[in-house]
């Protein structure tokens, strides 16, 4: 589902944000896509959904291009950002069918999956209110919302558990899981180590915009924890 | 097409917070501020309609009657154009949504053209406001036929077109320039003063164009098919009710917005992605910090904050930056041409009360304190946790206010005095007549700002040009010159003019006075609230 092939982001002054990194998430995956603050994580996020170009590599949705075919790529992912940075004087409601209009989802999809959604993530009674006066994650819960309704093929998630309760992040972990036991495929980053290890059938570790560690959970972590093996791997800088 | 419409209407909602608008609960209130609104629209579309008509009086005598719809579309469209270039940028550029809608499957051109179209919709504002009025005019006093109306109608809805998208172009190039700089916000503010500096030397050089084609016979409209092609076509269908002529009118500006988005629309994600690109680069080096006292330390976070927002900058510093190009241009230019660039008429205005005149205006415009509040945006947490009273906070704002008014004014008074030879006491009247309206201006700025903050933005720009604590500041102090001049003219004949600036300086301390009180007591308790 997800091909990335020798990505590279060059900033203007040089700067390598993302080196020579290759992956591949294969439908109904799960990829946990972990490194330090500042590693390349949401530059590799940001190029994979066509907020950043980037310089060298390419990276294949469904294999399609997604420096060729942009627009054909985007609508089968859903972004979540790492913040909610959304039209904040829209009601609830108003986003999520802009978001369900601009995806072309039918009428009835689009009303029986926002109430699926937003009665488990509890915030249905909440929905003709103004996004303003919501919570941060409040604001999170209905970005996550809007990423589903349109039913995706890839979710990409950047940090989607800050700011969420703790019934949320078990509700879309849930979700989550649920959704790749149909097939949908799933890259996110995080810093909840535990959750990557429980969640994830593959993971990534990014250091200094290099890929240092890339395969199955299992086979990377071995006996060990997650934790213990993410910290050996990116001590010293 | 679609897209375009699922986009505007999102984005309009959104920008002009028209849920809110129909959600109040104060319907009372809401009715108030919807008749407030009506009437300053009502009160500045009849001063436009008079001057329509003092216009079409004008022309009546030479039968050209269709020229006052000429004159106030030149005018429209200057106005446009130069007050869109700061917007524009900001509009375009720095819209917190861009990277949500980048993830979305929506064309670039959709994106960017629905930038433009709402940045369009606030450029309505002067052509309700100015052209409107002249069309209603002019059908009253001139026998029109009914599609004059209909034409009339066109005419409004595309007006604003050409000068946005040229505001737009000018945006660009500065968003082009500044984005490889370094210094983003600097170069933001150097740019934008060099091409304002531009505009204006070409301005007051197409005066001069004019007025050799007046000397030398040349047709006014033969220049004006060379210079202004859409505004000619706009008069021909006015005035031979032409609709080969409307339909260039309504074509012209239709390919120059295809135009531009074609154009423009390869490198408008580049500049847009170098513009939000910050990374760390440095390596820290350790090494002595300096320790500075609350009130410094407050008053440098607020200086920090002010130099970083061009449009801030832009919109409050031009005034003074102005008044100071116009004293270091007194030292070379004697006091006609100094008289003619402010349109002054010598025989009317001594000197001294000139600069009077002259520095009232610029430093009654200058009110950075109106939009210092709102601009701490999501960030208000910091100063509102910090261990520092209120009013330590409003004293930092003020202060940014003093400091950026304040040296510049005493120097060009200093040099005006000095070329126009002002005694000794006038000039430190002068200073202290400024320093006081300064003061003035700056309270009166944190009073709107309190009681009208606007934290929840998109762009600085919605603060800074749109914010209704930034209007009631600039319209107020406005009213308040106004009062000023009015007394002085009722009483004038029994007060000399020395005189009246030492009691209008006196009534100015007794406002202070009445203002710092006011925000110790209501301001402090409505930061609080906020």
């Keep these: 589902m997800l091909k990335i092939q020798n990505l590279s982001k060059i900033y203007s002054e040089g700067k390598k944000a993302v080196d020579n990194i290759s992956i591949e998430v294969k439908s109904g995956e799960i990829f946990g896509f972990i490194g330090h603050n500042g590693a390349g994580k949401t530059t590799t996020i940001k190029s994979i959904v066509g907020i950043l170009d980037f310089e060298e590599g390419d990276i294949y949705i469904n294999d399609m291009s997604v420096k060729e075919n942009p627009i054909e790529c985007k609508k089968l992912i859903a972004y979540i950002p790492d913040n909610p940075d959304i039209y904040e004087q829209l009601t609830g409601i108003q986003y999520l069918n802009f978001i369900a209009d601009v995806y072309e989802v039918d009428k009835l999809q689009r009303q029986d999956l926002i109430k699926k959604y937003a009665e488990q993530f509890e915030i249905f009674d909440n929905l003709g209110d103004i996004i303003s006066s919501y919570s941060h994650g409040m604001k999170q819960k209905l970005v996550i919302i809007s990423a589903l309704i349109h039913k995706p093929k890839l979710l990409i998630l950047d940090e989607p558990f800050v700011g969420l309760d703790p019934k949320a992040a078990f509700t879309l972990k849930q979700i989550m899981e649920e959704l790749c036991s149909e097939g949908m495929s799933i890259f996110f980053s995080s810093h909840v180590l535990e959750v990557v290890e429980k969640l994830c059938h593959k993971i990534g570790i990014i250091k200094q915009g290099k890929l240092i560690a890339y395969g199955n959970t299992d086979d990377i972590k071995g006996d060990k924890s997650l934790e213990n093996v993410f910290l050996e791997m990116t001590k010293n800088g | ?530």
């Design chain 2, 1 to 530: 097409m679609d897209k375009l419409w699922i986009l505007f209407k999102t984005t309009f909602i959104d920008n002009y917070n028209i849920n809110k608008l129909f959600s109040s609960k104060n319907k009372l209130k809401l009715v108030g501020m919807i008749f407030l609104v009506l009437f300053i629209i009502g009160y500045l579309g009849f001063v436009s309609a008079i001057y329509a008509k003092m216009a079409l009086d004008f022309f009546s005598k030479y039968n050209m009657q269709y020229m006052t719809l000429t004159i106030f579309a030149i005018m429209v469209s200057m106005s446009i154009f130069v007050l869109g270039i700061n917007k524009s940028k900001a509009i375009l550029f720095n819209s917190k949504d861009s990277e949500i809608l980048f993830s979305m499957p929506i064309k670039q051109s959709t994106i960017m053209a629905n930038k433009i179209i709402n940045f369009m919709i606030i450029n309505y504002v002067p052509v309700v406001l100015v052209m409107l009025p002249a069309f209603v005019v002019y059908s009253i006093y001139v026998p029109v036929q009914v599609t004059y109306y209909i034409y009339s109608l066109l005419i409004l809805l595309f007006l604003p077109v050409i000068p946005t998208i040229l505001a737009c172009i000018i945006g660009y190039a500065i968003a082009y320039i500044t984005s490889k700089s370094k210094r983003k916000s600097l170069a933001e503010i150097l740019v934008s003063f060099i091409f304002i500096g531009i505009i204006m030397y070409m301005s007051v050089n197409i005066q001069k164009i004019g007025k050799t084609l007046v000397e030398n016979n040349v047709d006014f409209e033969k220049a004006m098919k060379i210079f202004l092609y859409p505004i000619y076509s706009m008069q021909k269908t006015i005035v031979e009710y032409n609709l080969i002529s409307m339909l260039m009118f309504i074509l012209i500006n239709i390919l120059a917005f295809a135009i531009f988005i074609l154009v423009f629309n390869s490198f408008y994600r580049k500049i847009l992605l170098r513009l939000g690109t910050s990374w760390t680069k440095n390596k820290y080096v350790e090494k002595t910090l300096n320790s500075s006292s609350v009130d410094m330390a407050l008053l440098k976070k607020e200086l920090r904050n002010y130099f970083s927002i061009p449009i801030y900058v832009l919109n409050t510093i031009f005034g003074v930056v102005l008044l100071l190009v116009l004293a270091i241009a007194s030292i070379f230019y004697d006091k006609g041409v100094i008289y003619s660039v402010l349109e002054l008429d010598p025989t009317m205005l001594s000197v001294y009360q000139m600069l009077i005149l002259l520095i009232a205006f610029v430093v009654a415009m200058t009110s950075s304190t109106s939009s210092s509040i709102s601009l701490e945006g999501d960030n208000l947490w910091i100063i509102k946790s910090m261990p520092v009273s209120q009013r330590q906070i409003f004293r930092s704002k003020i202060l940014v206010n003093i400091l950026i008014v304040m040296p510049v004014t005493i120097v060009s008074i200093i040099l005006l005095a000095m070329q126009f030879n002002i005694t000794i006491m006038q000039t430190f009247k002068l200073i202290l007549f400024s320093f006081l309206l300064n003061l003035l201006v700056s309270q009166f700025g944190i009073i709107a700002n309190l009681k009208y903050p606007k934290l929840k933005f998109k762009s600085p720009v919605q603060v800074v040009k749109q914010g209704l604590s930034a209007f009631i500041a600039i319209f107020g102090m406005m009213i308040f010159l106004a009062l000023s001049a009015f007394t002085y003219f009722q009483v004038k004949s029994v007060m000399s003019f020395d005189n009246f600036i030492l009691c209008l300086m006196g009534a100015y301390a007794i406002i202070v006075g009445i203002q710092h009180l006011v925000i110790c007591k209501w301001g402090v308790e409505r930061f609080k609230k906020i």
